[in-house]
């Protein structure tokens, strides 16, 4: 599917009413993480902060590994790359494969550890015969096994975006002990006026049954970074709005700046200049929020809430 029907699907079903050593101060030990967050802001990999499209697979210094593996009674294609304590497990959105996080997938790995799949009939990986009806709490499951079967080890940082970020919040409710940090992009929130089912690679997923799961979501003070569109009723900025009423917009953009108080230890950035699928559109938004959270967890400190102030507004902040 094109990003633009994506993005227009997703958007209208949402808004449906129908439905390591430590230093000997902790003022020094602030300073020296401080100083590496804004650093690794700052510059990227290759010393810009700028993003360029990148597939899988190309990645010189760092060769992603993909195949498609059995595990929880589904076959999903995985691909990883990179190395580090931490391991980065990206969830695409509804009917949105790895190919939709092309821009972003090359930093994330010269970062730590990154995997990505794709969620049956989507992408790399065969649909189902019959399909059958899932919910978040179904996925959440099959990512966990095929973790386990890839052997991926803990402890991981989840990034999911749009309705993967239900299945995120479902992940994170039932296998807590194994993560360190979560980001969510444009999140779907748990009752968010969604429709009762959506359709995805031939399955059918009841998202009130997902929406129930995602709601058990308690993560404390979990490192949290939040990242909502300036403008999450465009395709791309500049485009033709969806037609979504004013009322739907702001219940949308009120579920994504509610999402940053489920922690305690969060930050939440609007992006300037996009619009729903912001890994596309600011890709180097999504990086630096990757990079910072990275370092919050291996650094076992708190998220610097302004430390993303050039890509947008954060009202937390104020």
């Not at 930093?107 to 990505?116: D, G, K, P, S, Y």
């Not at 917009?249 to 930050?267: E, F, G």
Request: glycine share 8%.
């Amino acid at each position: 599917m094109g990003r633009r029907g994506y993005v227009e699907d997703m958007f209208r079903l949402s808004t449906n009413r129908g439905s390591e050593r430590r230093a000997p101060t902790r003022r020094l030990r602030k300073a020296a993480v401080t100083a590496l967050v804004f650093a690794s802001l700052v510059s990227g990999p290759t010393g810009t902060a700028s993003a360029t499209a990148t597939p899988v697979g190309t990645v010189a210094a760092a060769p992603w590994s993909s195949r498609v593996i059995s595990a929880g009674g589904v076959r999903q294609w995985f691909s990883c790359s990179g190395s580090g304590r931490f391991t980065v497990v990206v969830i695409p959105g509804l009917n949105a494969s790895h190919r939709m996080w092309s821009r972003v997938l090359r930093a994330f790995a010269a970062t730590t550890r990154t995997c990505i799949y794709d969620r049956p009939g989507l992408g790399g990986s065969p649909p189902l015969h019959p399909h059958r009806t899932v919910s978040a709490a179904t996925q959440a499951l099959e990512l966990w096994a095929l973790l386990v079967a890839a052997r991926e080890r803990a402890p991981l940082i989840i990034v999911g975006h749009s309705y993967g970020g239900l299945v995120a919040r479902t992940f994170v409710a039932r296998y807590h002990r194994s993560v360190a940090g979560l980001m969510l992009i444009e999140g779907v929130a748990p009752y968010d006026r969604v429709s009762h089912y959506w359709h995805e690679g031939g399955d059918r997923i009841d998202v009130w049954a997902s929406s129930r799961a995602a709601a058990r979501l308690r993560p404390g003070s979990i490192p949290l970074v939040v990242e909502a569109a300036q403008d999450p009723n465009r395709n791309y900025w500049g485009a033709s709005s969806f037609g979504a009423s004013a009322s739907d917009i702001a219940d949308w953009r009120a579920h994504q700046r509610a999402a940053a108080s489920l922690s305690t230890n969060s930050t939440f950035l609007i992006v300037r200049h996009s619009a729903h699928v912001i890994e596309h559109d600011q890709p180097a938004a999504v990086i630096a929020g990757v990079r910072l959270l990275v370092l919050a967890v291996r650094h076992h400190h708190r998220l610097l809430r302004c430390a993303l102030g050039r890509y947008g507004s954060q009202p937390l902040c104020r």
